[in-house]
């Protein structure tokens, strides 16, 4: 399986960014595919998840401005609304397969205050 992320860039605080992770291999509906991110300086934290039934999970500091999404089973979407410069982090698409985590290769979203 491989993970690729776009939709990084540069925005203001309390604007939105779209971020995208297209997987390519075969998907399977045990897989569980999320965000996760790193601000520097910081362990890499979970930001949200989503089950092929496409059940969610959130972390706190994300819930009620980030939604995740998907669109079929390879593809999933991150939008981030109301940016905080706290959001400031590389972000990463993982795939969880049984025991085995999938990395993107991450993409960058400098929150600028």
């Known amino acids: 399986v491989e993970l690729l992320e776009s939709g990084g860039g540069l925005v203001q605080a309390g604007g939105s960014l779209r971020l995208s992770c297209a997987a390519s291999?075969?998907?399977?509906?045990?897989?569980?595919m999320g965000w996760y991110r790193q601000a520097p300086g910081k362990e890499r934290e979970l930001v949200a998840t989503i089950a092929s039934g496409g059940s969610t999970d959130y972390a706190d500091s994300v819930k009620g401005r980030f939604t995740i999404s998907r669109d079929n089973a390879n593809t999933i979407y991150l939008q981030m609304s109301s940016l905080k410069s706290d959001d400031t982090a590389v972000y990463y698409c993982?795939?969880?397969?049984?025991?085995?985590?999938?990395w993107g290769q991450g993409t960058q979203v400098p929150a600028s205050s």
């Open positions: 291999g075969s998907i399977f509906s045990r897989d569980v």
């Open positions: 993982s795939l969880v397969r049984l025991q085995y985590v999938y």
